[in-house]
């Protein structure tokens, strides 16, 4: 996922209240490899380094509807 993308995901990745992702973030979502998310399931430390919430990181792919069932 590029930095735009990383940028436009993340107010709903990080934070007390996220928010929906945006269709931004959805569409960088569609292009990235879902697989390559599978591998920071394991590393949270890395993710929250960034300040992303890794429960929700890996709910993004079926908050955008682009694979409901989605399981690392």
């Known amino acids: 996922m ?3 993308g990383f940028d436009a995901c993340k107010p709903s990745v990080s934070g007390f209240v996220p928010v929906p992702p945006s269709l931004a973030c959805c569409t960088a ?3 990235a ?3 390559c998310l599978c591998l920071f399931k394991n590393a949270r430390m890395l993710l929250q380094a960034y300040g992303v919430d890794p429960t929700l ?3 993004l792919p079926a908050k955008c509807n682009l694979a409901p069932n989605f399981h690392c």
Do not use: R
Request: hydrophobic content about 40%.
């Open 29 to 31: 979502l569609a292009d």
């Open 2 to 4: 590029s930095q735009e």
């Open 57 to 59: 990181a890996l709910e």
């Open 33 to 35: 490899d879902l697989q």
